[in-house]
């Protein structure tokens, strides 16, 4: 048993709203949950709000969990849907009617807000038992009315403490908290009683959840103190911050964890990299397997200071996933990518594959999303190219370089070992470079936009092996053309 467990079963819940995308902070919540739960032993849920039936989206609730799925974060149980538990949210309303902790309201909505907005304007406290008070002395009358009221929770007087593990001991005055509703005037549930009732029935040991919601904890906490519940334990993760040091929002890109996967992230990657906003193994390394993770969780380790969210960073970690993998792991990963830019063939997988597998291993190093890969394969499929400026500008300037050219590509017609292997070919460079008394690095530039078009590359010896012999004679003499016109 681990310093955070007690002998109460560790159950914990992740609770999307179907409204939006799977996005980064809520799939952080969703991995530390998932994290929290496997290092204790015990259960992680997928509990869907869908008590928003106006914005509630099927689409989107598929798409949550085809997010959770993508980062291998399905759930133990679930998903749970509470537009399909209403009877449990009816029953934890009654009880609290008969108890004499919620009350039939039928103070106007309009007139409340109005009443909120003269106390802003005011510069004054609005009245939290506004409500209470006017329904005191009017409610009667709406009621002969017909009106349907809403049902309100009874707020009492005192203190709400709340203890976070994360955040620590805050304390709000229930002079200032609302008799909130409970049951809208068509009976169907708020956030706040749908939440609470349905963690008690779940049996939800560990609440952790976005520091934006600590001030709806305080409602929560009086909502089990009222039906005689004890609370569970609660930790709020602080905020994802763009670079901007602002919330993370669709301003900063993208948010969506899908949109990672179509850009080219691996799952794995965004696993990692979610795990360390705002939380510290205390290791000096920042690369991490599932299973190390789950092994050094913690929620002491959480900091309560806000994360930003370094999208260089993200892209470094994922090219460090990739140089980490041997080429046949990453052909299914790039074949896709592949396909849509038109370099797909099945020689690829078929007779080629031991030199495939081998050129992405070669091209890991510069890679950092999927679409990286193709970009840079393009010139090793095809012989059709276009030389990049910048490139061309900075090595091609050389006076005589198409002469020398031409008499490398000749040595290299004459004298390239059959092998082509990268220490022969630079062996044979040099030589020619010293027989034409010019620096070296004159022929590996030329030579490099040559084959590639690019003024950057992997090692140009290996770049060469991969293009094969015949391939970059050719190459080399269709740039000289180029250089003369």
């Known amino acids: 048993m681990t310093a955070e467990q007690t002998d109460t079963k560790v159950r914990v819940r992740f609770a999307p709203s179907p409204t939006g995308h799977l996005h980064v902070g809520g799939a952080r ?29 099927e689409a989107m609730t598929a798409g949550i969990i085809d997010g959770l799925k993508w980062l291998g974060l399905a759930p133990d149980e679930g998903p749970y ?17 008969n108890a004499g902790m919620a009350y039939h309201c039928y103070a106007p909505k309009e007139l409340i807000e109005e009443e909120r907005t003269a106390a802003q304007k ?14 005191l002395e009017h409610g009667g009358r709406r009621k002969a009315e017909g009106i349907r009221p809403v049902l309100r929770f009874r707020v009492p007087e005192g203190e709400t403490v709340v203890e976070d593990r994360i955040v620590g001991r805050v304390t709000f005055s229930n002079e200032e908290i609302e008799d909130f509703i409970l049951l809208r005037s068509d009976g169907s549930p708020t956030y706040h009683i749908s939440v609470v009732a349905d963690d008690a029935d779940l049996a ?22 009222a039906a005689g519940l004890e609370p569970p334990i609660f930790a709020h993760l602080p905020l994802i911050l763009g670079e901007d040091k602002k919330r993370l929002s669709k301003r900063h ?37 599932r299973q190390e993770a789950i092994d050094l969780f913690a929620l002491k380790d959480v900091t309560s200071s806000d994360a930003v969210f370094d999208m260089k960073k993200l892209e470094w970690m994922n090219g460090q996933y990739f140089t980490g993998m041997g080429g046949e792991q990453l052909i299914p990963l790039v074949k896709p990518v592949f396909e849509a830019e038109g370099l797909w063939n099945d020689d690829l997988e078929g007779g ?68 082509f292997g990268p220490e022969e070919t630079e062996a044979l460079l040099r030589a020619t470079a010293e027989k ?10 030329a030579t490099r936009v040559a084959v590639l078009g690019q003024a950057v590359s992997p090692g140009i010896f290996d770049v060469l092996e991969k293009i094969g012999r015949d391939r970059t004679i050719e190459r080399i003499r269709r740039l000289i053309t180029s250089i003369n016109e």
């Open 204 to 225: 939800v040991s560990h609440v952790i959840r976005g520091v934006d919601h600590l001030t709806n904890t305080s409602k929560q906490v009086l909502l089990y103190r």
């Open 122 to 135: 005011a510069g004054r406290s609005y009245n939290a038992r506004f409500a209470r008070e006017w329904n």
């Open 352 to 419: 080629r594959r031991d030199w495939f597998a081998g050129l992405l291993v070669m091209l890991a190093e510069r890679s950092r999303r999927l679409p990286d890969f193709a970009a840079q394969a393009r010139p090793y499929l095809v012989d059709e190219f276009e030389y990049d400026a910048k490139a061309r500008k900075k090595h091609l300037k050389h006076e005589g370089l198409a002469g020398h050219l031409t008499v490398w590509a000749d040595e290299l017609e004459k004298n390239a070992p059959a092998a």
């Open 253 to 289: 890109g993208a948010t969506s964890v899908m949109e990672f996967q179509r850009q080219g992230f691996l799952p794995e990657t965004m696993f990692n990299f979610l795990a360390l906003l705002c939380w510290s193994p205390g290791e000096d390394r920042e690369i991490f397997s």
């Open 81 to 97: 849907f509470q537009s399909e538990r209403g009877a449990i949210y009816e029953r934890f309303a009654e009880a609290l009617f």
């Open 436 to 445: 034409l008394e010019i620096k070296a690095a004159w022929l590996i530039h």
């Open 29 to 57: 919540t969703a991995l530390f949950n998932y994290l929290f739960a496997r290092r204790q032993g015990g259960a992680y849920i997928l509990r869907i709000e869908d008590t928003d039936r106006e914005r509630s989206d």
